[in-house]
């Protein structure tokens, strides 16, 4: 969170909001951490990248000018973008991205919410160097649902990559290997005093003579069970001034297989991923193939033929113990696939977690939308038993969720933003 008092305003609009002007320079910076100076793509030459700050009900327009070699598009992680898709930003899937010279201006408003968000670049892995935060400040007058804290300090988690990592990124695009992992852990961009060649203080305390530092006692890194059960106990506020509005009743219902499987080598290659295939990340098996024109841009101009297909599965196709033994067959089908549903339906999606090539925890993220984490658990989805359990009262609203390793997650929300 920023200091709430830094930032200039504009007088005169009490209720209505303001517009707010940023511009962000795509460009190349020269950035040394870990003893090791690299070239990186920033914005504005600051990585992490310029904060953003504005009050709900303002217009935010950031004229984006693109002067790397690399196509780019930004995100706003967590807008909701009510009937502003076009400002969304994933490149392919909103926009086409901004090419070597080009300029797009983002241009929204902030409807219905307010917290500390961030931005970010939304094509190959730029966005390791290419985030910020996004401090949506209460209206004027109106203060957190919280008691105002002495301090508030934003706090962005990243990682320093000593490579460049769209190479890092095309080599395992290439091989079909899991990508190189990361050299450090960052905080607002600098790796913490552990690692060698790094002399950045995360956090120092000025004690007093009468007062130390108070360490508190946690559970082990890999204690499941009581971040489980922390986790488990978050709920909404759920009164009159934020009430809760998930769906009590279903009109769609999803059932989202989520995790790896492979694809074939190309022949004359070999490759590095599970006996010399490749690695595949799908949702029903589906590992999406990014098309050569934006999704919302051929929808809008009638022009969809050849870039996407309708009929996104809503079901595995061929059930199997999804945390159990895996199948024979791990071969993912690539495509351009997606479900149209009509204004204001009301949806819910389980995301199942799968063991092939080992489980592990996938965060998956809504955009255009926040929902409700209505249910979660481990092992397989019971469609039978696990929905008398869903929480309909007070369930956390959020706008990423974590899929439990070999576990699921239910989700509601209503689909009342097109173009989203
Ligand atoms: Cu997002």
């Known amino acids: 969170m920023s200091c709430l008092w830094a930032f200039p305003e504009v007088a005169g609009a009490k209720h209505a909001g303001i517009t707010r002007h940023y511009k962000f320079n795509i460009k190349l910076t020269n950035v040394t951490r870990l003893c090791h100076t690299k070239s990186m793509v920033t ?13 709900e009900g303002d217009r935010l327009v950031v004229k984006v000018v693109n ?64 985030y910020g935060p996004l401090i949506i400040l209460p209206k004027r007058n109106v203060s957190y649902p919280f008691a105002k804290p002495h301090k508030e300090v934003t706090i962005m988690l990243g ?31 600098l790796p913490g005093p552990l690692y060698n060649c790094s002399e950045n203080r995360i956090l120092e305390y000025e004690t007093s003579s009468n007062s130390t530092a108070f360490k508190p006692t946690l559970p082990p890194i890999n204690a499941t069970n009581a971040v489980t059960n922390f986790t488990r106990k978050l709920r ?34 070999t490759c590095q991923g599970p006996n010399g295939t490749k690695f595949a990340a799908s949702v029903n098996n589906i590992s999406m193939a990014l098309p050569s024109s934006a999704l919302l841009q051929s929808y809008f101009f009638k022009k969809s033929n050849g870039v996407y297909t309708s009929g996104f599965p809503s079901f595995p196709l061929h059930p199997f113990n999804y945390t159990g033994t895996p199948p024979n067959n791990t071969l993912v089908a690539n495509g351009t696939k997606l479900v149209v549903l009509p204004f204001n339906t009301s949806v819910e999606v389980v995301m199942q977690g799968t063991s092939i090539f080992g489980a592990e925890s996938h965060p998956l993220h809504l955009h255009g939308f926040n929902f409700y984490v209505v249910g979660e658990g481990f092992g397989n989805f019971d469609p039978n038993n696990d929905p008398k359990n869903f929480n309909l009262v007070d369930p956390v609203e959020r706008n990423t969720v974590g899929v439990p390793t070999a576990g699921w997650v239910a989700i509601r929300f209503h689909a009342d933003n097109p173009g989203s």
């Open 43 to 55: 914005v504005n030459g600051k990585f992490p990248g310029p904060r953003v700050v504005a009050r």
């Open 159 to 189: 990682e320093w990559f000593n490579a460049d990592t769209e190479a890092v990124i095309s080599q395992a695009l290439q091989t079909g290997g899991g990508p190189n992992v990361s050299e450090a852990y960052t905080f607002n961009g």
């Open 236 to 269: 909404s506020l759920a009164n009159s001034r934020f009430p809760v509005n998930v769906p009590q009743t279903v009109d769609k219902k999803f059932f989202f297989t989520v995790g790896l499987g492979n694809s074939p080598c190309p022949k004359n290659q």
């Open 67 to 130: 002067h790397v070699p690399n196509n780019i598009s930004i995100h706003w992680h967590g807008i909701r973008q009510l009937q502003s898709g076009w400002a969304d930003g994933p490149a392919y899937i909103t926009q086409c991205p901004i090419q070597t010279n080009q300029t797009y201006v983002y241009n929204f408003t902030i409807t219905g919410q307010r917290g500390t968000l961030f931005w970010h670049a939304h094509l190959s892995w730029l966005r390791a160097s290419v």
